[in-house]
């Protein structure tokens, strides 16, 4: 059992930044990978960025350059540094996590980002 709590989301200038963050906790698995997932209106979610425990990333190409995942293994944190955010980056945020191990995914609740024009 793994929970996922985000925390960072909120109301942001198109052009701004915003720092996301995720803390897990419960049965973490050393090998794992964490990520982003964002679902906006009308839309399916669809994955923003991921992280393995080694510390290879993954991002998707709308985000690429803009966005930055990292994670604190320590901490089983795992962060999202969004910078230069447009409009179309406004959605409901999920973390997520997979054990390797295991193959089970855990999922936030979500914290919601809105960039105004």
């Known amino acids: 059992q793994v929970q996922l709590v985000e925390s960072g989301g909120g109301l942001v200038q198109a052009g701004g930044s915003l720092r996301l963050s995720c803390a897990a906790s419960?049965?973490?698995?050393?090998?794992?990978?964490m990520g982003w997932y964002r679902q906006a209106p009308g839309k399916q979610r669809e994955l923003v960025a991921t992280i393995i425990s080694g510390g290879r990333t993954n991002y998707a190409d709308s985000v690429k350059g803009r966005f930055t995942i990292s994670r604190d293994n320590a901490k089983n944190t795992v962060y999202l540094q969004m910078n230069r955010l447009k409009s179309e980056d406004t959605a409901v945020y999920y973390c997520?996590?997979?054990?390797?191990?295991?193959?089970?995914?855990?999922w936030g609740n979500g914290t919601l980002v809105t960039v105004s024009p």
């Open positions: 419960g049965s973490i698995f050393s090998l794992n990978v």
């Open positions: 997520s996590y997979r054990s390797l191990l295991r193959g089970i995914d855990y």
